[in-house]
């Protein structure tokens, strides 16, 4: 649901670089794994960044057999905060 997406938190999930490349690969692949390609960050940081973006209503979870599947909540937040999404990811 749309309205438990807060500015300040998402503007906050946001604003760290490595955040924002999960946010930006999800938004280009559809969905990450829990432990993505490419990214050269400890599994805890990582871990960490997940949970940032996840109680910032960012993303969802599936569990997957043992593997989290995080995918981008893209039509909530166009709903709530529409062109923030499109606005940062082409600043990047």
């Known amino acids: 649901m749309a309205d438990d ?3 300040a938190a998402v ?3 946001l604003g760290d670089p490595v955040r924002l ?3 930006r690969r ?3 692949e559809g969905e990450s794994a829990c432990s993505p390609d490419g990214l050269t ?3 805890s940081t990582l871990t960490n960044h997940w949970r940032i973006l996840r109680e910032a209503g ?3 979870t599936r569990q997957e057999g043992k593997n ?3 995918s981008l909540r893209r039509a909530e937040l166009d709903a709530r905060f529409p062109g923030l999404l499109a606005s940062v990811l082409g600043a990047c």
């Open 5 to 7: 997406l807060e500015l």
């Open 11 to 13: 503007l906050h999930a």
């Open 21 to 23: 490349a999960l946010v």
């Open 26 to 28: 999800m938004a280009a």
């Open 41 to 43: 960050v400890p599994r």
């Open 58 to 60: 960012l993303t969802s």
């Open 68 to 70: 989290r599947i995080m």
